[in-house]
């Protein structure tokens, strides 16, 4: 059923590539001349002509090659780009509204089709390696390289030297970048860090209460254990004085929302020991998989003692349910991307300005796979965890246009407001993104924009770093793992049973691909990790 059905699927898209190639017709296109710019330099921009639901907040067109001035110069007149992204609002907002604003100012005619997660990753990837692609621009999450770069076209040299580019952090031009060229164009910046409320442990009451409680000083946690013991002080108790109860952590649980990730940054610091290089998923020689060893299988042992410190509903808790929890007041504590720290610093937000972001939490030990003991020895990996990317179809047929695109969506000025609107998914990944003083323009106070700027910089010079798994058939592995912390959260396998059943499930995956062709991928992601 599940193979028919398959199938079907795979036929439809291609008949969609046909199609939508058919409509474009082939053959080379002719750019005509520059025509006037519609925008003087440094015109001020805003998007509430748009929608009533954009913020009042302006800011002034940067000068350069992207920006409204520049691109308003180019004349597409008469030619369609064709763009897929997620639903709105997460990315497919922004990539509607620049869109829009794009064939305002080139006079081109703009499609733009928003699927659901879910659906994406077929949708794009089936017409491409049918050699017929469906769409020029695609938005998805950068993780998906190893399946989607041989049908990628390098971003050319006059965009990568623009100063918004030359501004993109290392870590995510690295991201960025697939065997030596840049195939992805940078539109954001995720990675997991951890949240808590200020306001409660940093209150002196609390603080004493702690200490008597546990003979412990009540602190932003430095450790998973340490988090556990915050969390489970404080769930049940009412910190807010509303008469109902508060809880420790909110976390992304619910299986095939993400929870991947969430069990990936809990794993980060017991499996990247800092002297042994070569990988953490599998054994980059034998491509033997890792994922049932000591180091994950503790992380997931807490994660089943965390469900204790959960707001009711919290084991089965999407990715939303994650940002509201802790946005909007009910848990302490949480620790995913930039949704739930944002939503809580939202202007009419109960928490704005009570909070505050910190590494994700460490250990006090790391397993060595070389020795296969533990070594004791505090440790700290962050974990740049996928993010949206973009990139062009290789066989595009106006590739300026379609880089033009991403080079307007992208500008200083789109992406100055794009961060600031929590929705659009568009987290910080220039270094001009670190600068605290941008924040607070936006109503941050001092200690929260400086929290959180010098959390995300921090990251971008550790050399203990964990990035996602980037390899052909990633969606399965990561499936894989989503059902194996699923079923020990359910209490339906003790944690070494459903991780080595993951890592049997990881095997079939493998040998399916082919052990060459995804060792090959895996040396890229190792290589980011070793530095």
Not at 7 to 34: M, R, S
């Amino acid at each position: 059923m599940r193979n028919s059905s398959y199938k079907g699927v795979v036929a439809a898209a291609i008949v969609v590539a046909l199609t939508a190639t058919a409509c474009t017709g082939q053959g080379p296109v002719e750019n005509k001349p520059d025509k006037p710019a519609l925008f003087k330099p440094g015109s001020e921009i805003s998007y509430s002509k748009y929608s009533k639901s954009y913020p009042k907040t302006k800011v002034r067109d940067v000068p350069g090659p992207c920006s409204y001035e520049s691109i308003s110069r180019k004349d597409y007149s008469g030619q369609t780009l064709k763009i897929i992204s997620h639903a709105i609002p997460v990315i497919g907002e922004p990539t509607q509204l620049h869109a829009e604003q794009f064939e305002e100012i080139t006079g081109a005619k703009v499609e733009v089709i928003n699927v659901p997660f879910g659906e994406l990753h077929q949708k794009i990837l089936t017409p491409l390696q049918a050699g017929q692609p469906a769409y020029d621009v695609m938005f998805y999450p950068s993780l998906w390289v190893g399946d989607m770069a041989p049908h990628l076209a390098p971003v050319p040299k006059k965009y990568l030297d623009t100063p918004g580019m030359k501004d993109v952090t290392k870590a995510y031009m690295d991201v960025a970048t697939w065997d030596g060229k840049v195939v992805q164009y940078p539109v954001d910046g995720d990675r997991h860090y951890l949240k808590v409320r200020t306001d409660v442990l940093g209150d002196p009451k609390r603080q004493a209460a702690y200490k008597a409680a546990t003979g412990k000083d009540l602190r932003t946690p430095r450790t998973w254990a340490e988090y556990q013991e915050v969390a489970a002080f404080f769930s049940g108790k009412d910190v807010d004085g509303d008469g109902k109860p508060n809880f420790g952590s909110a976390e992304v649980t619910k299986r095939d929302d993400l929870t991947f990730s969430a069990f990936i940054s809990r794993a980060a610091p017991y499996v990247k020991h800092p002297d042994v290089g070569g990988g953490l998923f599998f054994d980059l020689e034998t491509m033997e998989p890792l994922i049932n060893t000591p180091g994950f299988v503790r992380a997931l042992e807490d994660m089943v003692k965390a469900k204790s410190t959960w707001a009711p509903g919290g084991a089965n808790f999407g990715l939303g349910d994650e940002i509201l929890s802790f946005g909007g007041g009910q848990s302490v504590m949480s620790y995913s991307w930039d949704d739930a720290f944002i939503q809580g610093q939202q202007p009419d937000g109960t928490i704005r300005n009570k909070i505050g972001a910190a590494p994700l939490p460490g250990s006090d030990e790391a397993y060595n796979r070389t020795t296969k003991a533990w070594d004791k020895k505090p440790n700290q990996a962050p974990y740049f965890t996928w993010g949206w990317t973009s990139a062009v179809a290789k066989a595009a047929r106006n590739q300026d246009m379609a880089f033009d695109y991403l080079c307007f969506f992208s500008n200083e000025a789109n992406t100055a407001l794009d961060l600031t609107i929590g929705r659009f998914g568009v987290n910080p990944y220039r270094k001009a993104h670190f600068d605290a003083k941008f924040w607070e323009r936006q109503g941050w106070e001092k200690d929260v924009a400086e929290s959180y700027v010098h959390t995300l910089s921090g990251m971008e010079s550790s050399t203990n770093r964990v990035f996602d798994l980037r390899v052909p058939g990633v969606n399965g592995y990561m499936s894989a793992l989503a059902n194996g912390v699923a079923a020990a959260l359910a209490g339906q396998q003790a944690p070494q049973r459903a991780l080595d059943d993951v890592a049997a499930e990881w095997e079939r995956i493998t040998d399916r691909i082919g052990k060459d062709k995804v060792r090959t991928a895996y040396r890229h992601v190792v290589a980011l990790e070793d530095n």
